[in-house]
């Protein structure tokens, strides 16, 4: 029989996977958003992202329901845990939400929702890097629910990988715009670039090397044998793709430092997961322990196999009929 | 009263205050996307340019109705997780996968065909640009279905067993899709949808043709919202009335609370008003229509009705509040349906256009729709009451394990972030409707620059809203 919760934790992982790389780069657009020079550059970077922030945004959607569906228990477990962190960043998505279509309709406050952008996509990326946090350091649990205090998520340790995530979505930002922009924006976001790309590699040194001494189970997966063997390749591969980012940085290779940086989150995302198996709340209920009967995870996979394919697919077009440059005054329907 | 105030009624206020500020955008968007896909056709099929500039005023507004209903509804999807978590944990085996199913069919849907309906008129050919609409549209529908879905099987729960962990588990996956409240509850809503965009259409259009009567555009819509008004609203009665009839057969004590009947009775009256006291178990102040309740539940006017007293008080839900709102349903449902009424004879008349009134009767009709489907699902919701899975499990049983002062401060946060945001969201898209339907698109007739801009100036500023 097929292991239907080791399937859905995989497709879940992917699914937040997917998220990140994708709203990473919306979210990290607004992160750069008070640096950008003028107005019109502004427009510009804000067309980049309009026509697929939201289906970017619709993953969180998958995350959040899929859990739900998938791992009832973790889902209730998780969300009391994180319940300030929760708030803020769906308060904060909303934030910057309303501004895409806000700040065209209503020029003589245009700076207003700016800001409001710039707050809610910083709020969002710091509390997501929270989360991420809260859920490596391990979460109190007791029967069937949450046992641990309010502030618990609130940590030196999950403020550094608050600071990782915005640092690396600032990255995943800084690729995008060169990727999709020309001339001293282009210029730009090069230098952003190179900024963002100094903050994510310290950030996720410090957090790398944190990691194993958060609990002795994590550093057994990390520096005993065999363990070591095969968890190895991962940093190794991860200061690779971080030389492959500096490198297309400073050649200014379109086309380069937007995937590199999902690779790269990617092999944290692995890293950070070394830790965790086979639990889904940390050293706390397994990812076996909160499943779903078979019966709701067989009818969700059938739905899923059919879908997904179907959603990259229309997702991909959607990308495609917006590919190329965007320039100043085009790209809005505004 | 500060104990009223504990963590499980701020718990519940909360859910209330987001789902309602919710379901404000997405009824609205289910209509609109369907009222965009027929103009769309219709243009496509007529060239009639009228059509094309009714579609990209709608767009617009489209946008910005949508753009708040997937903020908005983000939070749905985490909201039963942060405060609801017992719940979450024994019903999410059977709910879960009917939202992924809402994520995986609709939601994806909507948002991928969203940016190409929105931005890629000049980048795609006419015919692909209509089949994103036709996406868009669908996408919203399915949606509906998916989540309607959800909410019946929590208002009339089947094709579950129970495990040992005390979480419902699926058993029939068919049954509990189309659990017998589905089918009333999905067609009821989708018609309140059609019949609120509808009236938002009509007062849109009686609007601009309070100032302008021949504004091609303003009488196009004006017509079509009409010709919904005249057959959807009576149609729509009829739908309510075998949503009734099934509540009745499912949940005869939330019917009891919505007419108000403390005793079970035979040839019970229609109460027009009533101030039910739930202290003594009686109503103060009533007036009603003899034997109508008997009529119109059993069509018998000797026909037996239950009461609240059937059981106890604690398995009651509260009745002033879902007795009045159904009463505010009940009287636009049937406003709707004599504007429908009255604006076919005008029609046959050949004087729709004229009459100034019946434009400012349209125009004050035009949130109508919003305080219905507001005040119906008051009704559904609070009628389902005390239980989160009718008769299985009590909403005391199904609360976080939250302290009273978290949920109390998230809640402010909410009230006040929701007003604020969404507050200056309403007020564009009033801002959007404001602007006269002729292809000129929404800047004219609102400046958008305070005066002394030069011409220059608002060129620069055109130039940087780009396409379209």
Same mark, same amino acid.
């Given at each position: 029989?097929?292991?239907?919760?080791?399937?859905?934790?995989?497709?879940?992982?992917?699914?937040?996977?997917?998220?990140?790389?994708?709203?990473?780069?919306?979210?990290?657009?607004?992160?750069?958003?008070?640096?950008?020079?003028?107005?019109?550059?502004?427009?510009?970077?804000?067309?980049?992202?309009?026509?697929?922030?939201?289906?970017?945004?619709?993953?969180?959607?998958?995350?959040?329901?899929?859990?739900?569906?998938?791992?009832?228990?973790?889902?209730?477990?998780?969300?009391?845990?994180?319940?300030?962190?929760?708030?803020?960043?769906?308060?904060?998505?909303?934030?910057?939400?309303?501004?895409?279509?806000?700040?065209?309709?209503?020029?003589?406050?245009?700076?207003?929702?700016?800001?409001?952008?710039?707050?809610?996509?910083?709020?969002?990326?710091?509390?997501?890097?929270?989360?991420?946090?809260?859920?490596?350091?391990?979460?109190?649990?007791?029967?069937?629910?949450?046992?641990?205090?309010?502030?618990?998520?609130?940590?030196?340790?999950?403020?550094?990988?608050?600071?990782?995530?915005?640092?690396?979505?600032?990255?995943?930002?800084?690729?995008?715009?060169?990727?999709?922009?020309?001339?001293?924006?282009?210029?730009?976001?090069?230098?952003?670039?190179?900024?963002?790309?100094?903050?994510?590699?310290?950030?996720?040194?410090?957090?790398?090397?944190?990691?194993?001494?958060?609990?002795?189970?994590?550093?057994?997966?990390?520096?005993?044998?065999?363990?070591?063997?095969?968890?190895?390749?991962?940093?190794?591969?991860?200061?690779?793709?971080?030389?492959?980012?500096?490198?297309?940085?400073?050649?200014?290779?379109?086309?380069?430092?937007?995937?590199?940086?999902?690779?790269?989150?990617?092999?944290?995302?692995?890293?950070?997961?070394?830790?965790?198996?086979?639990?889904?709340?940390?050293?706390?209920?397994?990812?076996?322990?909160?499943?779903?009967?078979?019966?709701?995870?067989?009818?969700?996979?059938?739905?899923?196999?059919?879908?997904?394919?179907?959603?990259?697919?229309?997702?991909?077009?959607?990308?495609?009929?917006?590919?190329?440059?965007?320039?100043?005054?085009?790209?809005?329907?505004? | 009263?500060?104990?009223?105030?504990?963590?499980?009624?701020?718990?519940?206020?909360?859910?209330?205050f987001t789902v309602s500020f919710h379901i404000i955008?997405?009824?609205?968007?289910?209509?609109?996307?369907?009222?965009?896909?027929?103009?769309?056709?219709?243009?496509?099929?007529?060239?009639?340019?009228?059509?094309?500039?009714?579609?990209?005023?709608?767009?617009?507004?489209?946008?910005?109705?949508?753009?708040?209903?997937?903020?908005?509804?983000?939070?749905?999807?985490?909201?039963?997780?942060?405060?609801?978590?017992?719940?979450?944990?024994k019903a999410g085996p059977v709910i879960g996968p009917l939202l992924a199913y809402?994520?995986?069919?609709?939601?994806?849907? !909507? =948002?991928?065909?969203?940016?190409? @309906?929105?931005?890629? +008129?000049?980048?795609?050919?006419?015919? #692909?640009?209509? $089949? *994103?609409?036709?996406?868009?549209?669908?996408?919203?529908?399915?949606?509906?279905?998916?989540?309607?879905?959800?909410?019946?099987?929590?208002?009339?729960?089947?094709?579950?067993?129970?495990?040992?962990?005390?979480?419902?588990?699926?058993?029939?996956?068919?049954?509990?899709?189309?659990?017998?409240?589905?089918?009333?509850?999905?067609?009821?809503?989708?018609?309140?949808?059609?019949?609120?965009?509808?009236?938002?259409?009509?007062?849109?259009?009686?609007?601009?043709?309070?100032?302008?009567?021949?504004?091609? !555009? =303003?009488?196009?819509?004006?017509? @079509?919202?009409?010709? +919904?008004?005249?057959?959807?609203?009576? #149609?729509?009665? $009829? *739908?309510?009335?075998?949503?009734?009839?099934?509540?009745?057969?499912?949940?005869?004590?939330?019917?009891?609370?919505?007419?108000?009947?403390?005793?079970?009775?035979?040839?019970?009256?229609?109460?027009?008003?009533?101030?039910?006291?739930?202290?003594?178990?009686?109503?103060?102040?009533?007036?009603?229509?003899?034997?109508?309740?008997?009529?119109?539940?059993?069509?018998?006017?000797?026909?037996?009705?239950?009461?609240?007293?059937?059981?106890?008080?604690?398995?009651?839900?509260?009745?002033?509040?879902?007795?009045?709102?159904?009463?505010?349903?009940?009287?636009?449902?049937?406003?709707?349906?004599?504007?429908?009424?009255?604006?076919?004879?005008?029609?046959?008349?050949?004087?729709?256009?004229?009459?100034?009134?019946?434009?400012?009767?349209?125009?004050?009709?035009?949130?109508?729709?919003?305080?219905?489907?507001?005040?119906?699902?008051?009704?559904?919701?609070?009628?389902?009451?005390?239980?989160?899975?009718?008769?299985?499990?009590?909403?005391?049983?199904?609360?976080?394990?939250?302290?009273?002062?978290?949920?109390?401060?998230?809640?402010?946060?909410?009230?006040?972030?929701?007003?604020?945001?969404?507050?200056?969201?309403?007020?564009?898209?009033?801002?959007?409707?404001?602007?006269?339907?002729?292809?000129?698109?929404?800047?004219?007739?609102?400046?958008?620059?305070?005066?002394?801009?030069?011409?220059?100036?608002?060129?620069?500023?055109?130039?940087?809203?780009?396409?379209?």
């Open positions: 029989m097929l292991d239907l919760p080791l399937i859905w934790a995989g497709l879940l992982s992917l699914g937040v996977f997917i998220y990140v790389a994708l709203d990473g780069f919306d979210l990290g657009i607004g992160l750069l958003f008070p640096f950008l020079a003028c107005d019109e550059d502004r427009d510009v970077a804000m067309n980049t992202v309009a026509p697929v922030w939201d289906g970017n945004e619709t993953w969180l959607i998958l995350g959040g329901g899929g859990l739900f569906a998938a791992f009832p228990l973790a889902y209730a477990i998780v969300m009391p845990a994180l319940y300030a962190p929760f708030i803020i960043m769906l308060l904060a998505l909303v934030f910057r939400g309303v501004a895409f279509e806000y700040r065209w309709r209503d020029k003589a406050h245009e700076r207003l929702w700016d800001a409001s952008f710039v707050f809610g996509s910083f709020m969002a990326t710091f509390m997501q890097g929270i989360v991420l946090g809260t859920f490596v350091q391990g979460i109190e649990v007791e029967g069937r629910a949450y046992a641990g205090g309010w502030w618990d998520w609130l940590t030196p340790f999950t403020l550094m990988t608050g600071a990782a995530l915005c640092a690396g979505y600032a990255l995943l930002g800084s690729g995008w715009l060169a990727l999709k922009t020309e001339g001293a924006l282009r210029q730009q976001a090069y230098r952003f670039a190179k900024l963002s790309a100094l903050g994510t590699f310290f950030f996720v040194g410090v957090v790398s090397l944190w990691t194993p001494f958060l609990s002795p189970e994590i550093y057994a997966r990390w520096f005993t044998l065999p363990h070591f063997y095969f968890v190895a390749p991962v940093p190794l591969l991860t200061i690779v793709v971080a030389g492959l980012i500096a490198w297309g940085i400073r050649k200014q290779v379109d086309g380069i430092i937007y995937p590199a940086t999902i690779v790269l989150l990617g092999l944290c995302f692995i890293g950070l997961g070394v830790g965790l198996t086979p639990y889904i709340v940390p050293r706390a209920i397994t990812i076996q322990q909160a499943a779903a009967p078979d019966s709701s995870l067989l009818f969700m996979l059938v739905g899923a196999l059919v879908m997904l394919p179907l959603i990259l697919a229309y997702t991909g077009y959607s990308y495609w009929i917006f590919r190329g440059k965007v320039r100043h005054g085009q790209g809005g329907y505004h | 009263m500060l104990e009223f105030f504990d963590a499980a009624m701020l718990a519940r206020i909360q859910f209330a955008f997405p009824a609205f968007s289910i209509g609109l996307a369907s009222y965009l896909f027929v103009l769309e056709g219709l243009w496509l099929k007529t060239n009639n340019p009228v059509y094309l500039n009714l579609y990209k005023y709608w767009l617009k507004i489209f946008a910005m109705a949508f753009g708040m209903g997937v903020v908005s509804g983000l939070v749905m999807s985490y909201q039963f997780g942060t405060n609801w978590s017992v719940f979450s944990d809402e994520v995986l069919t609709a939601f994806f849907l !909507e =948002a991928g065909f969203l940016g190409i @309906m929105l931005f890629g +008129m000049e980048r795609v050919g006419k015919r #692909l640009h209509f $089949f *994103a609409t036709a996406m868009v549209a669908v996408g919203t529908l399915l949606s509906a279905t998916w989540i309607l879905s959800v909410n019946s099987w929590m208002q009339t729960p089947v094709g579950h067993a129970m495990n040992e962990q005390g979480q419902f588990v699926p058993a029939d996956w068919l049954a509990i899709i189309f659990n017998p409240s589905f089918p009333y509850r999905l067609l009821h809503m989708t018609l309140a949808s059609y019949l609120t965009v509808s009236f938002v259409v009509g007062a849109v259009g009686a609007w601009h043709l309070l100032h302008d009567k021949f504004n091609a !555009e =303003a009488r196009k819509m004006f017509s @079509m919202a009409m010709w +919904m008004a005249t057959f959807v609203a009576p #149609l729509q009665i $009829f *739908a309510g009335d075998l949503h009734g009839l099934n509540t009745l057969e499912h949940q005869p004590i939330k019917v009891a609370a919505m007419e108000g009947h403390w005793h079970r009775q035979t040839g019970a009256p229609f109460l027009l008003f009533a101030w039910p006291d739930e202290a003594a178990e009686e109503n103060r102040f009533e007036i009603g229509i003899p034997y109508a309740s008997a009529l119109v539940l059993t069509h018998d006017i000797k026909g037996e009705t239950p009461g609240l007293t059937d059981v106890s008080a604690a398995d009651r839900p509260p009745v002033g509040m879902v007795f009045w709102s159904f009463r505010i349903m009940l009287l636009i449902g049937t406003l709707m349906a004599a504007v429908g009424v009255y604006s076919a004879w005008r029609r046959w008349r050949g004087t729709l256009y004229e009459g100034r009134w019946f434009q400012r009767v349209a125009l004050w009709m035009g949130p109508s729709g919003f305080v219905a489907v507001l005040a119906g699902w008051v009704v559904t919701e609070v009628g389902r009451q005390p239980f989160t899975v009718y008769g299985l499990l009590r909403t005391s049983e199904s609360l976080a394990p939250v302290d009273a002062p978290a949920v109390a401060a998230s809640l402010v946060a909410f009230i006040v972030v929701y007003f604020a945001l969404f507050g200056a969201g309403t007020y564009y898209i009033l801002r959007m409707m404001r602007a006269v339907p002729d292809g000129e698109g929404p800047e004219r007739g609102t400046p958008q620059r305070a005066a002394g801009t030069t011409p220059l100036a608002s060129m620069a500023s055109d130039a940087r809203k780009g396409g379209l």
